[in-house]
């Protein structure tokens, strides 16, 4: 982990498109701006483990899900189940 100091105003870039800035420091807190190009996510740290979270649920239950839907198409049940038969 690289560790470095800096002041409010001062800046770190990250690769060519990544710019963390410190904006202001108190005794509890730091608050820091971030610039990056809309392909790159930016999260919180417990945002983001709430999303990796939901990630592993919907890994765990897509082969149920997949296993159901393949069991309708193994029927022949070619209209959908919104859709008059006739």
Not at 18 to 38: F, H, M, N, W, Y
Not at 43 to 65: D, K, L
């Amino acid at each position: 982990m690289l560790v470095l100091t800096r002041r409010p105003g001062e800046a770190i870039h990250i690769g060519d498109g990544i710019v963390v800035t410190i904006l202001e420091v108190d005794a509890k807190s730091c608050r820091i701006g971030i610039q990056a190009p809309p392909s790159v996510a930016v999260y919180r740290e417990e945002v983001y483990r709430r999303i990796q979270e939901e990630n592993r649920r919907a890994a765990t239950a897509a082969p149920e899900s997949l296993e159901m839907m393949a069991g309708l198409f193994r029927q022949g049940d070619s209209n959908p189940p919104d859709q008059p038969q006739g």
